[in-house]
C-alpha cells in the first residue's frame, strides 16, 4: 500500500506506520494453514486482541484505538511519539529509573485488578512518552484472575529486567513490585511469584 513504513515485522503480524501517523497491525496469511481456517484464526486473534485492548485503554496508558477491522485482520491505533523503553531506560539516572518502574508496577496492578493479563510483559513492549509509559503488543494477552497467571505476568517482566537491563535490574524489579502493591491481590500474587521462581530454579538445577 502507498505511503506505510514497516516498524516491525513478527511471525504473527506485521506492524505499519501509514501516512496519517497511525499505526496498523496487520496479521498475517500462514501458508501452512487451510485457508479457511488461517481466515478465521486470524479473525478470532483480531477480535480478542481488540476487545482486551478496549478494555486495558479504560484503565492504563495505551495507544488510542481508531478501529478494529475483523475483515482486513488489522487493529488501528494512534502513534505514540516516544521512545521504547527497552532502548532508553539505561539511560536515565537511576532515581528516574526507578519512577518509571514504579509506575510499571502500579500499571500492571490496575491491569491486573482488571482481569487482564499482558502475556509479554517486558520494556520492548512499552512506549516511554514525557514522563508516561504506555503499554503496546497485548497480542498474547489474555483475560483472567487465577493468580498463578498474574504472577506468571510479573515473572516475565523480571527476567526481561534482568536480561536487558540488569546492572540494576534488583533495583528495577523492587520498584515494580513496590508500585505493584496498589493490587488488592498484591499479597497473594507476589507469594505466588515466589513459587513460580522457586519452580524456575528447580528446573534449571537439573
Not at 505499519?16 to 479457511?36: G, Q
Not at 494512534?78 to 508496577?105: A, M, W, Y
Request: aromatic share 6%.
Amino acid at each position: 500500500m502507498m505511503n506505510e513504513k514497516i516498524l516491525q515485522q513478527g511471525a504473527e503480524a506485521v506492524i505499519i506506520l501509514n501516512e496519517k501517523d497511525r499505526v496498523i497491525k496487520r496479521r498475517v496469511k500462514k501458508s501452512y494453514r487451510l485457508p479457511s481456517i488461517d481466515e478465521n484464526i486470524r479473525k478470532l486473534r483480531t477480535r480478542s486482541e481488540g476487545k482486551l485492548l478496549e478494555k486495558a485503554g479504560k484503565i492504563v496508558n495505551i495507544p488510542r484505538i481508531i478501529k478494529i477491522d475483523e475483515k482486513s485482520k488489522e487493529i488501528v491505533m494512534d502513534f505514540i511519539l516516544g521512545q521504547k523503553l527497552s532502548d532508553t531506560l539505561d539511560s536515565f539516572p537511576l532515581d528516574e529509573q526507578r519512577d518509571i518502574c514504579r509506575q510499571i508496577g502500579e500499571q500492571v496492578a490496575l491491569l491486573h485488578d482488571a482481569g487482564i493479563i499482558h502475556g509479554d510483559l517486558t520494556t520492548s513492549n512499552m512506549i516511554l512518552s514525557g514522563n508516561k509509559v504506555f503499554f503496546i503488543d497485548f497480542g498474547l494477552g489474555f483475560h483472567s484472575q487465577k493468580i498463578e497467571d498474574k504472577a506468571v505476568d510479573l515473572h516475565l517482566l523480571k527476567q526481561a529486567l534482568e536480561a536487558k537491563h540488569f546492572q540494576n535490574w534488583h533495583v528495577l524489579i523492587s520498584e515494580v513490585l513496590k508500585g505493584y502493591e496498589k493490587s488488592k491481590e498484591h499479597k497473594r500474587v507476589l507469594e505466588q511469584l515466589k513459587k513460580v521462581e522457586a519452580r524456575g530454579r528447580y528446573k534449571d538445577k537439573y
